[in-house]
């Protein structure tokens, strides 16, 4: 018998789609001739005293496997780095796992809660991963249509609406990737309230708390009775522009963390030691970077906002994050044709909001994670290209 891959293949993964985000990433690294606001990835080098950690352990030869969950010593600064930045309190012992990333913080949890059936509300729109993940874990992936109306902040209202017999987990991926929105301490206190009356687990993606501008990033771990149902999945990508080190952590009770380490035992074993102490160096001094690129960061979203608005796109000042979410639908494009024009007759390259989630259609992520010279670069072609419409 001849072999036929197609029938070797699993259904649930054949049937998921690439990730729209990643399509554009290929494409800049193809086309040197591209201006691209398309990746959340910021565009500091990771801070030296930092670096010089990695390499340090390194040079001393500690390259050996550490405990599943992490060095004790990194979590016991990830504990401290939570309490001094936003008030949590997680014991490094038994609340805490130092993961592969942010990612593998969102795998870890949604597997450990998630049974066959299981519903999952996704405030849309919101990052790719959210709905393949809670898929292949075998639940059912339900979105939460956000509006532009205030700013795509989920309410009260439409987590209520929302909620079913079937529902088991609620993702809370504030502040968004990628509107930009963040919800603030009265948003979480009438979310809690809905919650409170139900049995419904939160994955809460603070991956940018550290990136809100105005008021301090609130956890809806923080507030009464959340804690207890709450997996908050964090790490170093954006916060310190440690990306390609792929550290990340989730904070829980230990009746999650006992079940997330088992996941995590088997199909990772550790986190990179040598970027585990480098993450520790962060947490202990990495302060001063924070609020340094915190500072460029509003510079650059208050510089693109105000091109944007300049050149008759429409957008809303972000209140956290690295991403402005522009409105495209007064130019009579939809915006998978509108950013695919506009990446094949002037090459300036953003993501398509329908990228992110039905609601996001007619809109485009634009990332101000670049300099100024970069920003302003990209905001010439996107000008030229809408006076061709």
Same mark, same amino acid.
């Given at each position: 018998?001849?072999?036929?891959?197609?029938?070797?293949?699993?259904a649930?993964?054949?049937?998921?789609k690439?990730?729209?985000i990643?399509?554009?990433?290929?494409?800049?690294?193809?086309?040197?001739?591209?201006?691209?606001?398309t990746?959340?990835q910021?565009?500091?080098v990771t801070?030296?005293h930092?670096?010089?950690?990695?390499?340090?352990?390194?040079?001393?030869g500690l390259?050996y496997?550490?405990?599943?969950?992490?060095?004790?010593?990194m979590?016991?600064e990830?504990?401290?780095?939570?309490?001094r930045?936003?008030?949590l $309190?997680?014991?490094? #012992?038994?609340?805490?796992?130092?993961?592969?990333?942010g990612?593998? +913080?969102?795998d870890?949890? /949604? @597997?450990?809660?998630?049974?066959?059936g299981?519903?999952v509300?996704?405030?849309?729109?919101?990052f790719?991963?959210?709905?393949p993940?809670a898929?292949?874990?075998?639940?059912?992936a339900?979105?939460i249509?956000?509006?532009?109306?205030?700013?795509?902040?989920?309410?009260?209202?439409?987590l209520k609406a929302?909620?079913?017999?079937?529902?088991?987990?609620?993702?809370?991926?504030?502040p968004?990737?990628?509107?930009?929105s963040?919800?603030?301490?009265?948003?979480?206190?009438a979310?809690?309230?809905v919650?409170r009356?139900t049995?419904?687990?939160?994955l809460? $993606?603070?991956?940018? #708390?550290?990136?809100?501008?105005?008021?301090?990033?609130?956890s809806? +771990?923080?507030?009464?009775? /959340? @804690?207890?149902r709450?997996?908050?999945?964090n790490g170093?990508?954006?916060?310190?522009?440690?990306?390609?080190w792929?550290?990340g952590?989730?904070?829980?009770?230990?009746?999650?963390?006992?079940?997330?380490?088992?996941?995590?035992?088997y199909?990772?074993?550790?986190?990179?030691?040598?970027?585990?102490?480098?993450?520790?160096e962060?947490?202990?001094?990495?302060?001063?970077?924070i609020?340094?690129?915190?500072?460029?960061?509003?510079?650059r979203?208050?510089l693109?906002v105000?091109?944007l608005n300049r050149?008759?796109i429409?957008?809303?000042?972000?209140d956290?994050?690295f991403?402005?979410f522009?409105d495209?639908r007064?130019?009579?494009l939809?915006?998978?044709?509108f950013?695919q024009r506009?990446?094949?007759?002037?090459g300036?390259?953003?993501?398509?909001?329908?990228?992110?989630?039905?609601?996001?259609?007619g809109?485009?992520r634009?990332?101000?994670?670049?300099s100024?010279?970069h920003i302003?670069?990209?905001?010439?072609?996107?000008?030229?290209?809408?006076?061709?419409?």
């Open positions: 018998m001849k072999f036929d891959p197609t029938k070797s293949l699993s649930t993964i054949t049937e998921i690439p990730s729209g990643r399509k554009f990433f290929e494409i800049l690294n193809e086309r040197k001739d591209v201006i691209g606001l990746v959340g910021p565009d500091f801070p030296w930092i670096r010089d950690a990695g390499i340090r352990s390194l040079q001393e390259t496997y550490s405990a599943n969950n992490g060095m004790i010593e979590r016991q990830i504990a401290k780095y939570q309490k930045r936003f008030g $309190d997680y014991d490094p #012992a038994k609340e805490i796992i130092v993961t592969v990333g990612s593998e +913080a969102i870890i949890a /949604m @597997r450990a809660v998630i049974e066959h299981d519903e509300l996704i405030p849309e729109p919101s790719v991963c959210y709905s993940i898929t292949l874990a075998g639940g059912v339900v979105p249509a956000l509006s532009p109306d205030n700013g795509f902040r989920l309410t009260a209202e439409q929302a909620i079913t017999e079937k529902t088991k987990l609620l993702v809370l991926p504030f968004n990737n990628p509107t930009g963040v919800l603030r301490l009265e948003d979480l206190e979310i809690a309230e919650i009356e049995n419904i687990c939160i809460s $993606d603070e991956i940018y #708390a550290e990136l809100t501008y105005g008021e301090k990033h609130v809806i +771990a923080s507030l009464p009775g /959340m @804690r207890e709450t997996i908050i999945a170093f990508s954006k916060a310190y522009a440690m990306t390609g792929r550290m952590y989730t904070l829980a009770p230990d009746y999650f963390t006992v079940q997330m380490g088992k996941i995590h035992q199909a990772i074993m550790c986190a990179p030691t040598t970027s585990q102490y480098a993450a520790i962060a947490l202990k001094n990495g302060d001063p970077d609020e340094y690129m915190k500072g460029e960061y509003e510079a979203r208050n693109i105000s091109e050149i008759g429409d957008t809303f000042l972000p956290g994050a991403y402005v522009a495209l007064k130019f009579g939809d915006d998978e044709t950013c506009l990446l094949d007759e002037k300036c390259a953003i993501v398509p909001g329908s990228a992110f989630g039905e609601s996001g259609k809109f485009a634009i990332s101000y994670a670049y100024p010279k302003n670069k990209a905001i010439e072609r996107i000008e030229a290209f809408i006076k061709t419409l």
